[in-house]
């Protein structure tokens, strides 16, 4: 498992793929450029897959979701004129269990992570 004291020492609050590169490079022992390789890999691996509209499940993390908009009347809030919010896909994330858990200081429900 990454160290994320690794991770927080290059950043404030917000985690960077640099900032994964960085802890790969230090914990596995892989070279910059196989850390590199590895994690846009993985990135790109997502991205194609939910492009394919397929959900990713990350197994104690949680789910990336694609959902299809259909078209709909909204209203711009400053002028109060509606205009038609044409249909799109959106995607969406659900947090495990697990995660929500980590996140909020508690013990994983299954032990995991």
């Known amino acids: 498992m990454l160290d994320m004291k690794i991770l927080a020492e290059s950043s404030n609050e917000t985690v960077t793929k640099a900032d994964l590169v960085r802890a790969i490079y230090l914990k596995l022992g892989l070279s910059r450029r196989e850390s590199t390789e590895l994690v846009e890999m993985v990135f790109e691996e997502i991205s194609d897959s939910l492009a394919r ?4 499940k990350l197994s104690s993390f949680g789910t990336f979701e694609v959902r299809h908009k259909t078209q ?3 209203r711009n809030p400053k002028t109060g ?3 038609p919010i044409m249909p799109r896909n959106v995607m969406v994330f659900k947090p495990s269990n697990v995660l929500k858990a980590r996140v909020n200081g508690l013990e994983a429900p ?4």
């Open 53 to 56: 509209q397929e959900n990713v």
């Open 81 to 83: 004129v509606a205009a």
């Open 72 to 74: 709909r009347m909204g």
């Open 110 to 113: 299954d032990g995991d992570f």
